[in-house]
């Protein structure tokens, strides 16, 4: 019966004796590990980012648009539906501001435009908007103020620039109090929105400008047919856990005002929160393919493992034919091979983890994503290295350990 | 009278071959006593390594029986023989078998790893057994720093690092010059005289002679058995 730590101390030392052939073995499961590391540490690092910038549109939000849903997500307006993209109005707004746990409602109408400020020009998104969006789409003021619910009933000409606009059209002076023309008509800066960066889809929110409704009804977005259809209405409720049940009293509540029956419907209500599920879970998908793509090559690491441990054997025919005649079970050199696999294999997991725990940092610092990397896939990478050399680690050990020792004194 | 070390009934050993049966032990019967110092002699494959295995429990007979210091050998699953190998043999090679990348000391420790022995004690012993065999000032030295002679003596140690009650040698002079054969069986005569029982295998009738009794083996039989004479045994000595 071997000591454990007389184990031990052979394989190192049979490890130690060939350390360059130990390294080059080792090799493969070091890259092998490190590529799912790093690889399942940059899609988290996406996942986490993806996550991070749909959260950024506003929490517990609805989004009420014209025009119907078809297929695998897209909005598109029914085709041919004269009218279509005006199907929704303030009233509508109203009457979904009237359902239980709904917490704000936001109608906004949407125009392109250009504005001009110091000789500067940039085309943007002009959103008209109630001071109460703020509040759906979780968004702060970062220099100046909101307009009010006066401001708005009078169709004041202010703005409040989104973080882009404010950049691109005053680089170098404080904004707030300037004036800018919006489609020709002088406006007043009253504020500065606080900055969200890019959205999921890859959309600078910060390229907008807020105004109020009645004055881009009035003032930009003139062609409209109708004066009190909106492009969009924000909705937000008192808990995400509401939002399933809000959504389908919104349907029920449009479909009746609009006279539509399901199917046929001219609105479409998205749930972010739902699409961020999807989207987290591309992602994920997306970072499992990778990781299994690196793991192919730990597991051709552990071939490696297993020709080198093949070779030795052989080469130590004679060694191990005398272990068994001075007392050696077979057990004794089952273990003593298996652990020098082992070994092996989970020196190189350990190292392996180190470099793709670097690679990670350095790719998502690249691509200037979070680093996510989870303790338990790091103990789960060592944990897989371990379970290679115990795989590829077997077969040979048990040849060495069925060796004959009369055939095995004999070998040269 | 206590019972013999080794007793052996009707031992046989066939190796097939493809048609051909070879009968290497050919109902072979003998008894050696504990301290008996025998060498088995005869022409070459004549079934004496095959004798030795057996001895050694490196191999089983495929009839018969034999019993060693209260093992009956062909009874013993690998575990067993293991322990066979460890605690009651002690062997010797003529190629030596050293680990080339361990010390003597090493060398001499490793079939204590295998019984199990502390490290701190297996150090002593193993330091015991080297200052025994004459190699006090070489055992930190590895076997290429060794002269073949000194190798075996190493070797000789580490047979008896475990204690046995029996060392087996398979022509453990064959790859020394005449001279360090004589240390050698001088080392081994005076071990014997301590106690030790011993079997030899040689093709060197002074080194047969040494002994205190010599088995003769032809085709896989003994077909004789003598005692020598006490004078040419210590004579010799
Ligand atoms: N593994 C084996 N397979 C087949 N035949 C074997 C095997 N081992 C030994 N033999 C045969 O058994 C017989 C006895 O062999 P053994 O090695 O015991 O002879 P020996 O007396 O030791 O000879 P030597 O003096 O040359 O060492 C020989 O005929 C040999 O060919
Ligand atoms: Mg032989």
């Known amino acids: 019966m071997m000591r454990t730590s007389d184990l031990v101390a052979s394989a190192g030392r049979a490890l130690r004796a060939n350390p360059l052939r130990s390294a080059l073995t080792a090799l493969g499961v070091i890259i092998g590990v490190a590529s799912v590391v790093a690889m399942v540490a940059l899609g988290s690092g996406a996942q986490a980012q993806v996550e991070r910038s749909i959260a950024s549109l506003g929490s517990n939000l609805l989004i009420v648009v014209p025009g119907a849903q078809r297929g695998g997500g897209g909005v598109r307006g029914a085709a041919g539906a004269a ?330 | 009278m206590a019972p013999p070390l080794i007793e052996a009934a009707d031992l046989v050993k066939l190796y097939r071959m493809g048609d051909e049966t070879v009968r290497a032990l050919d109902s072979v019967s003998f008894a050696i006593p504990r301290g008996d110092y025998c060498a088995i002699v005869g022409p070459s494959g004549s079934g004496k390594s095959t004798l030795m295995n057996i001895l050694g429990g490196l191999d089983t007979p495929t009839g018969g029986r034999i019993v060693i210091d209260g093992a009956d050998i062909g009874a013993l699953d690998d575990a067993g023989l293991a322990q066979f190998r460890n605690r009651t043999i002690g062997f010797v090679f003529q190629s030596f078998n050293l680990l080339a990348r361990q010390t003597a000391l090493e060398n001499v420790e490793l079939p204590m790893i295998y019984a199990g022995v502390t490290p701190k004690e297996r150090r002593e012993r193993a330091a015991q057994m080297l200052t025994r065999v004459g190699l006090g000032e070489r055992m930190s030295h590895r076997p290429t720093q060794l002269s073949g002679g000194q190798q075996q003596r190493v070797a000789i140690a580490r047979a008896l690092s475990g204690r046995p009650a029996l060392l087996l040698a398979d022509e453990p002079t064959g790859a020394l010059d005449s001279q360090t054969g004589k240390d050698i069986m001088a080392l081994f005569a005076e071990l014997n005289r301590e106690g030790v029982t011993i079997v030899i295998v040689t093709h060197d009738h002074e080194v047969a002679a040494a002994a205190k009794r010599t088995i003769e083996m032809r085709d896989g039989r003994i077909v004789s058995d003598t005692q020598n004479t006490r004078a040419r045994h210590d004579a010799h000595v």
């Open chain 1, 83 to 412: 009218g279509n993209w005006d199907s929704l109005t303030l009233d509508d707004a109203a009457a979904i501001a009237e359902i239980e746990r709904v917490t704000v409602v936001a109608p906004s109408q949407r125009a392109r435009a250009q504005l001009v400020a110091n000789g500067l020009n940039w085309n943007t998104q002009v959103e008209g908007v109630t001071p109460a969006y703020l509040e759906a789409r979780d968004w702060r003021i970062e220099q100046g103020r909101m307009f009010d619910e006066t401001e708005e009933r009078q169709a004041r000409r202010v703005v409040v620039l989104g973080a882009t606009v404010a950049r691109e059209l005053f680089p170098n002076v404080n904004p707030i109090g300037e004036s800018v023309r919006v489609n020709g008509g002088v406006f007043e800066v009253i504020g500065v929105l606080a900055s969200k960066g890019q959205s999921g889809f890859g959309m600078d929110q910060d390229d907008v400008t807020l105004a109020p409704l009645t004055t881009v009804k009035r003032r930009i977005s003139g062609r409209s047919r109708r004066a009190d259809t909106v492009s969009q209405i924000s909705v937000k409720t008192a808990s995400e856990d509401d939002l399933g049940v809000v959504q389908e009293q919104v349907e029920t509540l449009l479909r009746q005002r609009h006279r539509t029956r399901p199917g046929e419907d001219d609105f479409t209500v998205q749930n972010l929160s739902s699409i961020t599920q999807t989207a987290a879970q591309t992602t994920q998908v997306f970072t499992y393919l990778l990781g299994g793509i690196s793991a192919v090559s730990l597991l051709v690491g552990g071939i490696g493992i297993m020709n080198i441990m093949l070779v030795s054997v052989t080469e130590r025919t004679r060694e191990i034919g005398l272990r068994k005649a001075l007392g050696a079970r077979q057990s004794d050199i089952l273990h003593q091979f298996g652990l020098e696999a082992v070994a092996l294999s989970v020196a190189g997991g350990v190292v392996g983890l180190a470099l793709g725990v670097l690679g990670a940092w350095l790719m998502t610092s690249l691509f200037s994503l979070p680093l996510v990397i989870a303790p338990q896939n790091a103990l789960l990478a060592i944990a897989f290295s371990g379970l290679v050399g115990v795989l590829f680690g077997a077969y040979p050990a048990w040849r060495a350990a069925r060796l004959d020792p009369i055939e095995a004194l004999r070998r040269e």
